[in-house]
């Protein structure tokens, strides 16, 4: 299983600051995301930061039993 932590707003969008996935890919981890907390849509998830056991990484990554995968949104200011 993957675990899958939420910051920012999409953790307030969410509802949740973490929860359990089983998934290989990060495509399949979205879609999954997806349907278990449909508040959370793809396009929310492919917009944000990616980092797979604290290291940024590509969406072409593959995932492993037990990587903890963070998904941070871009934040503007001003």
């Given at each position: 299983?993957?675990?899958?932590?939420?910051?920012?707003?999409?953790?307030?969008?969410?509802?949740?600051?973490?929860?359990?996935v089983a998934?290989?890919?990060?495509?399949?981890?979205?879609?999954?995301?997806?349907?278990?907390?449909?508040?959370?849509?793809?396009?929310?998830?492919?917009?944000?930061?990616?980092?797979?056991?604290?290291?940024?990484?590509?969406?072409?990554?593959?995932?492993?039993?037990?990587?903890?995968?963070?998904?941070?949104?871009?934040?503007?200011?001003?």
């Amino acid at each position: 299983m993957i675990t899958v932590r939420f910051y920012g707003l999409l953790r307030l969008d969410a509802g949740v600051r973490e929860m359990t996935v089983a998934a290989s890919t990060v495509a399949e981890l979205f879609a999954q995301i997806s349907r278990q907390n449909p508040r959370i849509t793809k396009k929310d998830l492919e917009g944000c930061v990616l980092l797979i056991n604290g290291k940024v990484r590509s969406r072409r990554a593959k995932l492993a039993d037990g990587d903890v995968v963070q998904l941070m949104p871009p934040v503007a200011g001003g």
